[in-house]
């Protein structure tokens, strides 16, 4: 994977209001930690550069654009797109499912959906935490999914297991929009909080998360972080 090419050629940097759910599209995230991931994993990347959304979910991306002098981008946000989501899909009356997390998690988000969003109809699969889903569960899901008919799927698992899904099993999914939104699930639900938007103004988003939940971040951090500045040292001065 060629970090200058996915910043050129694959990253969104359009206004929200410039997709468009009436058709067919797989949104995905990328950050320096999916960046690291992916260069050893043919199949995720595969996911990533596949996306017609690949949004620049990571000030590690927006700097490197800006370091590379590729171009201005901002960086969109997990919870960006669930709330833009979330928003068409009420104006139009539209179906959602959320595919993820724990089933408290996805009662506190229904729950809040339907107190902000009144219009929107919302289905939940709760699947287990196993490393790989079982032929037999993941036509569970589908099968879920499927029947309740929703507009928009919103996928919560680790990166890469969700998107590695999606990507697997896209051609089975009925649903015009998907997205894998990750950790946005627990903030929505309040079960995790976000940093403030002083913290993300900073760009100090990540070290506030790090701070909260070392134990799940710190290999992003102090790991990929590291080699993805490598990497694009290398790609500014090559």
Known sequence: MNLKDVITQKIFDAPLSEIQTENRCIINSFNPHSYIIAKNNKLFEEALLSSDILLPDGIGIVLAAKFLKIKAIKKIAGADIHQYLLAQANEKGQAIFYMGTTENTLQRIEKKVQQEYPLIRVGKYCPSFNPEFSKKETNDILGAINTFEPD???????????????????????????????????????????????????????????????????????????LFLWDLLKEKFS
């Open 152 to 226: 928009i799927l919103f996928v919560g698992m680790t990166a890469p297991k969700q998107e590695l899904w999606v990507h697997t099993n896209k051609d089975q999914i009925n649903v015009r929009v998907i997205a894998s939104i990750g950790a946005v699930f627990d903030f929505y639900a309040g079960t995790i909080k976000r940093p403030g938007q002083f913290w993300i103004s900073l760009g100090l988003e990540w070290f506030i998360r790090l701070w909260g939940e070392p134990k799940r971040l710190w290999k992003r951090n102090f790991v990929s972080t590291p």
